[in-house]
């Protein structure tokens, strides 16, 4: 397996700040087509008015424009918002963009099964906007996305993009990518 890790901020912004892999989002509340029950999810949007798609690269926007869009007096309803990136965009010819996000591993101290993750990627990481969390930012090649999906545990993760991209809010709060928390 091969993955190439992130170290830095300006690292991670280096591989993604040019590229249109960015959007604003806002929770809003949506009702399930399975359920029919009310739920708040993470919506993006490419403009104050028209959402982005995750299967549709054409409605990625820049970071400064996915900024401009979540400082919208009133976009943000709530407080709940801001900007995020999609993941699986190409890097190259055999690398993609892939983030894990670790909910519930801050609980406050780090638990064992994240360290765990993190201490196999050593990448860039950031605490999420809940405090609870940690998302993890690397590039891996395209042909070790199963090896990946194995060393996390889940036979789904955040680090594909078969038909489409997924969305990973960015955070404020950076860690390190040597394994340990700041």
């Known amino acids: 397996m091969s993955t190439q ?26 009702r399930s087509k399975t359920t029919d029950e009310i739920k708040i999810t993470k919506v993006p949007y490419r403009t104050v008015a028209s959402e982005s798609r995750s299967n549709d ?29 999609w993941l699986g965009i190409d890097y190259g010819t055999e690398y993609r ?24 990627f050593k990448t860039y990481g950031e605490i999420s906007p809940s ?23 889940t036979d789904w993760s955040k680090i594909s993009r078969s038909e489409r991209a997924l969305l990973m809010r960015r955070a404020s709060n950076f860690i390190s990518g040597t394994g340990t928390l700041q």
Not at 13 to 26: G, I, N
Request: net charge negative; with cysteine; aromatic share 10%.
């Open 5 to 30: 890790s992130i170290y830095s901020l300006s690292d991670f912004l280096s591989q993604v700040l040019t590229q249109k892999c960015w959007t604003a989002w806002r929770a809003e509340e949506r």
């Open 57 to 85: 690269p054409a409605t990625w926007i820049s970071i400064e424009d996915a900024e401009a869009v979540a400082a919208t007096e009133g976009f943000i309803n709530g407080g709940i918002g801001g900007v995020g990136l």
């Open 97 to 120: 963009v892939g983030g894990i996000d670790l909910d519930t591993c801050l609980s406050p101290y780090l638990t064992t099964w994240a360290r765990e993750i993190i201490d196999r």
């Open 131 to 153: 405090r609870t969390g940690i998302k993890l930012y690397f590039l891996y090649r395209v042909a070790d996305l199963d090896a990946i999906r194995l060393i996390t545990g």
